[in-house]
Nanobody
C-alpha cells in the first residue's frame, strides 16, 4: 500500500513560481511512474505531467515549457516545478502512482490547492 501526500501549494501572482512535492509512504516511488493531475473548480480532472521509472517525462501541451516534473534524490518524492504561472493554472493538484493498463492509477493523493491571481 502506498500513501501519497502533496504539498507546496498556495497563492501566487501571475508570472510567479511554485514547487509542489509528492511524498510517498509505504513504498518507494522509484518503482512507479508518477503523474500529476489537476482539477479546477467545476471542471474535469486533467493530466499535467508524468515521470516514468526511467526518468522520461511527458507534459500536457498547456504546461509544456513552464512546468518540470522530476524525481528527488530520496526514493519517495517527486516534484512539480511550476513557473510562469497563469490564472488558468488555478486548481487542486494531485499526484498519482501505480498506473493500470486502462490508464487509471491505483494510488492518489488528496491534492494541494494552487491559486494564481491576475
Amino acid at each position: 500500500q502506498v500513501q501519497l501526500v502533496e504539498s507546496g501549494g498556495g497563492l501566487v501572482q501571475a508570472g510567479g513560481s511554485l514547487s509542489l512535492s509528492c511524498v510517498a509512504s509505504g513504498r518507494a516511488l522509484t518503482m512507479y511512474a508518477v503523474a500529476w493531475f489537476r482539477q479546477a473548480s467545476g471542471k474535469e480532472r486533467e493530466f499535467v505531467a508524468i515521470v516514468g521509472t526511467e526518468g522520461n517525462t511527458s507534459y500536457a501541451q498547456s504546461v509544456k515549457g513552464r512546468f518540470t516534473v522530476s524525481r528527488g534524490t530520496a526514493k519517495n518524492i517527486v516534484y512539480l516545478q511550476m513557473t510562469s504561472l497563469k490564472p488558468e493554472d488555478t486548481a487542486v493538484y494531485l499526484c498519482a502512482a501505480g498506473r493500470r493498463i486502462n490508464g487509471d492509477y491505483i494510488y492518489w493523493g488528496r491534492g494541494t490547492q494552487v491559486t494564481v491571481s491576475s
